[in-house]
């Protein structure tokens, strides 16, 4: 069974920074793909990052790109969101995920931190 849970979110000012971790518990970390998904009030859920098991390779949606980086510790079991210039836009509960190998779905869910980025 495998647990994710989130931490670094709260309220920052807009151009402002955070850094949001997801740490997993279970064996499956190393070998799994991660990734970062938003959902604002009102909205549907949408992807913001992902990362390869080994950290090679990042994806970014555009509203997010070169604002945002994604990393991962294999050796804490954690993955790290860190945002930079944060926009009011990117207020929303931030969700980390845990997709398996050879999967192609997310599988595994966080309960969700709260970015709240006020103007």
């Known amino acids: 069974q495998v647990q994710l849970v989130e931490s670094g979110g709260g309220l920052v000012q807009a151009g402002g920074s955070l850094r949001l971790s997801c740490a997993a518990s279970?064996?499956?970390?190393?070998?799994?793909?991660m990734g970062w998904f938003r959902q604002a009030p009102g909205k549907e859920r949408e992807f913001v990052a992902s990362?390869?098991?080994?950290?090679?390779?990042?994806v970014y949606a555009d509203s997010v790109k070169g604002r945002f980086t994604i990393s991962r510790d294999n050796g804490k079991n954690t993955v790290y969101l860190q945002m930079n210039s944060l926009k009011p836009e990117d207020t929303a509960v931030y969700y980390c995920?845990?997709?398996?190998?050879?999967?192609?779905?997310?599988?595994?869910w966080g309960q969700g931190t709260q970015v709240t980025v006020s103007s």
């Open positions: 995920a845990l997709r398996v190998l050879y999967s192609s779905s997310y599988e595994y």
């Open positions: 279970g064996r499956t970390f190393s070998t799994a793909a």
């Open positions: 990362i390869s098991s080994l950290g090679g390779n990042t």
